[in-house]
């Protein structure tokens, strides 16, 4: 296909962004996205802007990552209205494209907030993960109407997949450094109990886990209570 060849450069481009978040451990989770974010706006014909929505059960809309404002400004309206293309994409369909905001009456009361505050006339949105509580939208933005061909689309979801491998190995390590972290302060509640008790290992972390059961509290939040406990009154 001729618009393969075209992004040969664009998708190595990806393929680099992908191997980075990979191999550095150090990495925050943010600034890797906006790494793909960023590859992914240059990657794309006629978009002028690039962003991640993260839509939640609750209705509420945060942006992930964004190359500009009005990006976010558009987040803030879908927060607002709880409607919009990226919630479409996000929650109901793998790809909404909207040619012209000023001619597409999906969205009401987004599509008024969108043509009034920003000069975005036409998007495209990709859902890039779904689970049980929150659903992702790689989203394009064009000033000009209707600046996305077929072309565009299939590039499109090429990102969204990527940006979903992505934004699973984050996650992944965000919840590896939280256990290493309940670890730590789990065994400085433990030894804690140990010194002042006498007891052994086993029966202060019996005494952490009666703690949390009677008072309806995570054992790692007893034990992060009983840690700033004890700094503040040593």
């Not at 794309?44 to 976010?72: C, E, F, K, L, Q």
């Not at 109901?92 to 008024?112: G, M």
């Not at 969108?114 to 509580?133: C, E, G, N, W, Y």
């Not at 064009?142 to 499109?156: N, R």
Request: charged letters at 25%.
């Amino acid at each position: 296909m001729g618009w393969a060849r075209e992004s040969e450069a664009e998708l190595a481009t990806l393929a680099d962004s992908m191997r980075s978040l990979r191999g550095s451990e150090e990495a925050e989770g943010e600034l890797s996205l906006d790494e793909l974010t960023d590859a992914a706006l240059k990657a794309m014909p006629g978009a002028d802007y690039a962003g991640i929505t993260i839509a939640h059960r609750d209705g509420t809309v945060t942006s992930a990552s964004t190359t500009h404002y009005y990006a976010r400004l558009l987040d803030e309206l879908q927060h607002q209205h709880r409607q919009g293309p990226c919630l479409s994409a996000a929650w109901e369909q793998s790809v909404i494209r909207v040619r012209d905001l000023t001619t597409d009456y999906r969205w009401p009361h987004y599509r008024l907030g969108a043509v009034a505050r920003t000069p975005i006339r036409s998007m495209l949105s990709f859902q890039m993960f779904a689970d049980h509580k929150t659903m992702g939208a790689l989203n394009f933005y064009a000033e000009q109407p209707d600046a996305f061909d077929d072309a565009a689309v299939e590039i499109g979801v090429i990102y969204a997949t990527h940006g979903a491998l992505a934004w699973r190995m984050l996650r992944r390590d965000r919840e590896f450094r939280s256990a290493l972290a309940s670890r730590d302060l789990i065994g400085q509640a433990k030894g804690m109990i140990m010194e002042r008790f006498g007891i052994d290992a086993v029966q202060a972390f019996e005494l952490l886990k009666r703690l949390s059961q009677s008072t309806n509290t995570p054992v790692v939040d007893v034990a992060r209570q009983l840690v700033e406990a004890e700094r503040r009154h040593p």
